[in-house]
């Protein structure tokens, strides 16, 4: 059964840093991994989708990579701004039963 | 807008009423999915639809039961629910199951449920 851990469970950071976000899960066969942002009372906004074959991808100031045989992938973003304060979720498709898989999501706030 | 829109926005209702949660996709896609995301858990699927048939029921109580009339609309019917059924409940959808392609799901904005 695939597991999907997301530490820190909430970070602060002031504006213009560069950070790191860590999503870890047990599975290796991984068929992709996706971020989602999440901000309150709101539903879950895709931000990037990276599939087994990948090792990163690349939306503006956001960059995921994937490892599959550590079983990690990170987010960073750079020169953060307050308008990236949100919670990011990572999941996972598991090819193996065939269902993403949820982390608890990592809450991050920007200060100005 | 994510083309995913869900009425109500909040609903409170006592353990004995009956009432209904409705999704609605201006997409174009082909399945849809109902999560429930609890706090300081992670989402579960409840159910999934691909071109209005259930492909797949995460074991989930039947005082929950979902309705696809048609490839754009998702119904999730409430019942007897009880203190902890309490969530956001999040619709989305996806072009094809997400376990045949690598598409992202789009999701809406949730139902927040409060069952007193």
């Known amino acids: 059964k695939q597991e999907v851990t997301q530490i820190p469970a909430a970070l602060s950071v002031p504006e213009g840093e560069n950070l790191v976000l860590n999503c870890s899960f047990t599975?290796?066969?991984?068929?992709?991994l996706q971020w989602f942002r999440q901000d309150p009372g709101k539903g879950l906004t895709s931000l990037l989708l990276i599939q087994s074959s990948q090792r990163e991808q690349t939306s503006g100031r956001l960059n995921a990579s994937l490892d599959k045989s550590s079983g990690r992938s990170t987010l960073y973003i750079a020169a953060s701004q307050p308008g990236d304060s949100a919670t990011y979720l990572c999941a996972g498709l598991s090819g193996g039963y065939q269902k993403v898989t949820f982390g608890i999501g990592t809450k991050l706030q920007v200060i100005p | 807008e994510t083309g995913v829109t869900q009425t109500p926005r909040h609903l409170v209702m006592g353990m004995t009423n009956k009432k209904s949660l409705k999704c609605e996709q201006h997409l174009g896609h082909n399945a849809m999915y109902w999560y429930k995301q609890s706090a300081k858990k992670p989402l579960e699927l409840m159910f999934v639809y691909n071109f209005k048939e259930q492909t797949e029921n995460n074991s989930v109580p039947s005082r929950f039961s979902p309705e696809c009339p048609n490839s754009s609309h998702l119904f999730l019917h409430l019942h007897t629910l009880q203190p902890e059924d309490s969530a956001l409940y999040l619709c989305?959808?996806?072009?094809?199951?997400?376990?045949?392609?690598?598409?992202?799901?789009?999701f809406g904005d949730g139902t927040r449920l409060s069952i007193l």
């Open positions: 599975d290796s066969a991984i068929y992709n």
């Open positions: 989305a959808s996806s072009q094809d199951l997400v376990s045949n392609s690598n598409q992202p799901q789009h």
